[in-house]
């Protein structure tokens, strides 16, 4: 029996060899990030008051190997992570980087050749002046020493948030294109973001609109939002306050959840439908700001944990709203649907990160600021449609004080004022234009052959022909009962006003359908043309219509002259 006890002790002692020290990283190509999970370890103060010396001092099998992805909540304590790194190759400068914007305090130690520690230290609780690269996440200098094994320990504090990052090591080469490639897309994004707020307060302005002036709210919001989860508002905005950072983290997010909801209620107004709903939106937006200032001036992890769960039931209203809207018919509905599904999508990681379920990674910290870029056109086109259709009935009552409802063409005092800006134009200048008038010529006959609706359709036609003829720069007008006139500003000679005239007439010859028995339309064209400075006032443009129209009306006189040339 001893011996049988001997030999099950010795297979468990050769089955489950002692843990093994993580293995240093050797820092010798440039090609890719080196990722330090094999040669990490990790220890968690709970007090948070060991001193780097003391961690130094503490038994290796305290530490613990670094499993990816695993959550730690830090809160008052401190978390450790300790590596050693030998430098082989001497042509790069090393740099050990924590991509994640945000982090409260991270700090770097290591001995130098006479045994002394070197701190480096950067986190939003420092001063961007202290960090040892400014940027928009802690960025610090390895050790020079080449072919020496160098031990080096990170301590990080992060209260409220579960902490997941690890830290990599880059060459000086792979920062600098890093850094180029982050710049690139965070200049597009705020450049975008800046651009939709001024346009969004120019049609707030321009149609009197809250629901473009809540949009540039809320863009305001976000972005804001954006620039203090990327780094950028540490590292431009306020470099001297890093106590902002905290406070920009925690209260911007609900700022810009409460000019979410206002947004989506002024645009979809859900007191049409439901009082109650309306109610508790307006109850939503004044509650997430008052939580927000409470959690700034008294950050705890209860407040902390409420602010995520109004931001997840702000998240749950607007879906609400938005999805009733749908379902009673508000064609403006499905822009916004469109517009805030991607932003709804990407809130779920940062909330699903604070509430420790995921950890952190790309999409946690940039895939909001990528919704944001997809949904502000969308979000702009919905409100541009919004708007143009609450304004039609106005656009069109205003378009009849100088357009005829019948034919589309514009009315004869807008003629009148086209003629009066030519007249004067060319008696400065040598600019000649020609005016052209047309008597449709048997349209009583269609009318009274084939009935009012004919006539209608007639004139329609006359007025589509005439436009196929004249040029984009030209001025087509109804001027009479059945007169039409042309009015061609560039500069044109009387052969060519002729054979302008000469392409109508024959298209009102040829037959069509659309009438009865392929009926034509019959023409007399007065074509009025100005080539030289002649005694003609600008404000005699009225007469000289006048003058124009009785020309057209006395080519029917019998004769088989259907365009005549008048002196204007």
């Known amino acids: 029996m001893r011996c049988a006890l001997a030999l099950c002790i010795l297979l468990a002692a050769v089955a489950s060899p002692a843990a093994q020290p993580a293995p240093p990283l050797v820092l010798n190509s440039d090609t890719t990030p080196v990722w330090l999970d094999p040669s990490l370890e990790f220890l968690l103060d709970s007090t948070g008051q060991l001193t780097v010396d003391q961690i130094a001092l503490t038994p290796a099998e305290r530490f613990t190997p670094v499993v990816r992805s695993k959550l730690h909540h830090i809160e008052s304590g401190a978390l450790w992570l300790r590596f050693d790194a030998v430098i082989v190759n001497t042509a790069y400068d090393w740099r050990l980087t924590l991509p994640l914007p945000g982090v409260d305090e991270v700090s770097l130690y290591f001995r130098n050749r006479a045994g002394q520690w ?111 989860f990327s780094g950028v508002a540490g590292v431009y905005w306020w470099p001297s306050w890093p106590a902002l950072n905290n406070v920009g983290v925690f209260l911007l997010p609900v700022a810009a959840a409460a000019t979410a909801m206002w947004f989506v209620r002024t645009v979809t107004a859900p007191r049409r439908f439901s009082r109650a709903l309306d109610w508790f939106v307006l109850a939503l937006m004044g509650l997430l700001p008052a939580v927000g200032l409470l959690d700034a001036a008294f950050p705890t992890p209860e407040s902390f944990a409420m602010i995520n769960t109004l931001i997840s039931a702000g998240m749950i209203v607007l879906l609400m709203v938005v999805g009733v809207s749908l379902v009673e018919g508000d064609r403006h509905a499905r822009w916004i649907a469109a517009g805030f599904l991607p932003v709804l999508l990407a809130t779920l990681f940062p909330l699903l990160r604070n509430l420790g379920l995921i950890s952190s990674g790309f999409l946690t910290d940039y895939g909001m600021m990528l919704a944001s870029a997809v949904e502000a056109p969308i979000l702009f086109y919905g409100l541009l449609r919004r708007v143009a259709q609450r304004r039609e009935p106005t656009t069109r009552a205003s378009a009849l004080r100088t357009v005829d409802p019948l034919t589309g063409l514009h009315l004869a005092q807008v003629l009148v004022g086209k003629l009066r800006q030519a007249l004067g134009t060319a008696g400065r200048y040598p600019q000649p234009f020609a005016l052209l008038v047309i008597n449709f010529v048997n349209l009583a006959e269609l009318q009274s052959r084939h009935g009012r609706e004919t006539g209608d359709r007639a004139m329609v036609m006359t007025a589509a022909r005439i436009r196929a003829a004249a040029r984009t720069s030209d001025t087509v007008a109804r001027v009479g009962d059945s007169q039409f006139a042309l009015l061609m500003e560039d500069p044109i000679n009387a052969t060519e006003a002729n054979d302008v005239a000469t392409k109508i007439l024959a298209s009102g010859l040829r037959p069509s359908n659309e009438l009865p028995d392929a009926e034509p339309l019959l023409f007399h064209i007065a074509v009025g043309h100005l080539g030289e400075p002649a005694g003609v006032a600008p404000a005699e443009a009225a007469a000289c219509l006048a003058r124009m129209l009785q020309a057209a009306r006395d080519m029917n006189d019998g004769s088989r002259k259907a365009i005549r040339l008048v002196k204007l």
């Open 118 to 228: 070197v701190h480096q230290q950067a986190g939003d609780t420092v001063r961007m002046d202290v960090w040892p690269l400014p940027g928009p996440y802690p960025v610090f200098s390895l050790s020079h020493e080449i072919g020496q094994t160098v031990t080096y320990y990170m301590q990080t504090h992060h209260a409220r948030v579960p902490f997941s990052a690890l830290p990599r090591v880059v060459s000086d080469t792979q920062l600098l294109t890093s850094r180029q490639s982050e710049h690139m897309l965070l200049g597009i994004y705020f450049g975008l973001a800046a651009l939709v707020i001024v346009l969004a307060l120019a049609n707030a302005l321009a149609y009197r609109d809250w629901g473009f002036g809540s949009y540039a709210v809320y863009m305001t919001m976000f972005a804001g939002t954006q620039g203090v």
